[in-house]
């Protein structure tokens, strides 16, 4: 008899979890809660109700359903302590996800940055404070000093709490908007200010047992709105793998930054079991880490799962029984690329509702797209209902193919207003641009 298998969540992110697992020849069923329209659409997917927030809910439906494995998509639940309620209260029912010590690494940007310190990983100088006045000093001073500056709310602030400051008084600004403001409400109630580096980053993804680290496709993240990396941040417009710019420094990454950061976590009492997000950026003084996340990224998940050739069922339940070295990590040749469809208007206010033409023309079985902000209304059409509505993703021979056969897709998609025929669909037009033109 197949297993049974919980995703929580509802992104791309989830999407890609969930058809990995619905290929599995390990599993029988593919619960995901929320999920979304195309969680639904899998063989195997059914959606069920399910608040994150609402651990002994989540508990309930894995002992009911008989549920071996839950795969945990966003943050939030992590940084909650949604692990440490599996170990108490579902004997035998395994999580894929760091418990709450281990997720502080996102919980807490405080955190992040003093283990890097501490086990000597490198990156940025930086100090904390919970005084605005205070921040605004070392602000002057590194300005004074000829450096700029990056100004971060400690804790979770949906991927938008990373603020890259224009200048001086944009940097008081942003401290007093965080701080005093409370623009991300508790999440700012103490800020990290620290030097900007200077370089072009990339993303690594690597799963971990506690002891093993194996890394995934290294890819590149678009996060501003517009074309050229213009526009406000947003959770992600698209992204590629495998990533040139650290193409080849696996080694070296694995040494200097994963190593030394499991190991180091191990030393102190802390167990990492799940995936470690290192968002890295290659400076002329070398790689160094922008951050830790302790989740799949999302858009960065649907090309990584493009490209990998494993049973994703028995890497998730090797990392989670301790068990990763049992397991072989392959991946294809070639590239993919995922360039996200958002709602006209995101990352700012945008309407909902708008109806999803086009799907039925994707055709080229090398694309897949995935679904985020999408839902089926009450007649049955499938509709936008969120700002990142659509990942649409292609693998190819290399980068420019998959660019060529994600854009091919991208236009065959539309958002359409169902009383005036509007079109409102918005993505950006340099995806993986960069990789290309190198």
Known sequence: MGEKVLILGSGSREHSFAREMNKSPN???????????????????????????????????????????????????LVDGIADTYEMGASMKHIFGPNKSAALLEGSKKFAKETMTEFGIPTAAYESFDNPEEAKDYLKDLYDSGL?????????????GVIVLNNLEHGYQTIDLIMVNKKFGSAGDLIVVEEKLIGEEASVIALCDGKTIKQLVSTQDHKPAFDGDKGPNTGGMGAYGPA?????????????????????????????KGIIYAGLIKTADGI???????????????????????????????????????????????AACCVVMASEGYPN????????????????????????????????????????????????????EAQKGAYDAVEKIKFVDKETGKKSQYFRTDIAAKAINR
Not at 148 to 160: C, H, S, T, W, Y
Request: net charge negative; proline share 5%.
């Open 27 to 77: 599993v029988d069923k593919v619960w995901c809660g929320p999920g979304n329209a195309g969680t639904a659409q899998l063989e195997k997917g059914e959606n069920v109700k399910l608040d994150l927030d609402q651990f002994g809910q989540i508990i309930k439906f894995v002992h009911d359903k008989n549920i071996t494995l839950t795969v945990v998509g966003p943050e939030q639940p």
């Open 148 to 160: 700029e500056a990056v100004v971060k709310a400690d804790g979770l602030a949906a991927g938008k």
């Open 244 to 272: 040139p710019v650290i193409l080849g420094m696996e080694e070296q990454i694995y040494k200097t930054i994963l190593a030394p950061l499991v190991e180091g976590l191990n030393s102190i009492g802390i167990t990492y």
């Open 288 to 334: 160094k880490v922008l951050e830790f996340n302790v989740r799949g990224g999302d858009p960065e998940m649907p090309p990584i799962t493009m490209l990998t050739d494993f049973d994703w069922y028995e890497a998730c339940m090797a990392c989670a029984t301790g068990k990763l070295d049992e397991v072989e990590i392959k991946h294809k040749d070639g």
């Open 349 to 400: 206010e945008y309407d909902r509702g708008k109806l999803i033409t086009g799907l039925e023309s994707v055709t080229d079985p090398n694309t897949f797209v995935f679904h985020a902000g999408t839902k089926l209304d009450e007649a049955g059409n499938l509709v936008t209902s969120g700002g990142r509505v659509l990942g649409v993703t292609h693998y190819g021979k290399d980068i420019a």
